[in-house]
């Protein structure tokens, strides 16, 4: 079976928790660095509130922006994407509790 150019495009959940798992992983690797969000946006040259929105996931950071934020907290995007791949599996294999 072909896949069609819309099943290549993730939907917009797939896409909001792409979002939350790179920025909870930025997030991590920044504050087990000891980091403040204000000197690690800088080195990036973005501002403040819109690293703070992409590590809240609520927004969509381009490749150039991730590749400058992840530099600014010594790491390359491969680091990321790794940390990314670990979190995602941790998360996959998670037992899922339901609410009685």
Do not use: C, F, N
């Amino acid at each position: 079976m072909d896949a069609t150019v819309t099943d290549l495009h993730p939907r917009r959940g797939e896409r909001a928790a792409w979002r939350h798992a790179i920025g909870r992983r930025l997030r991590e690797v920044r504050l087990d660095a000891g980091l403040r969000l204000v000197d690690v946006a800088a080195a990036a040259q973005v501002s403040a509130q819109y690293l703070s929105e992409v590590e809240r996931g609520r927004k969509e950071a381009s490749s150039e922006v991730l590749g400058a934020v992840t530099r600014a907290l010594g790491m390359t995007l491969v680091d990321l994407a790794g940390g990314l791949a670990r979190d995602l599996a941790r998360a996959a294999d998670a037992p899922v509790l339901l609410a009685a």
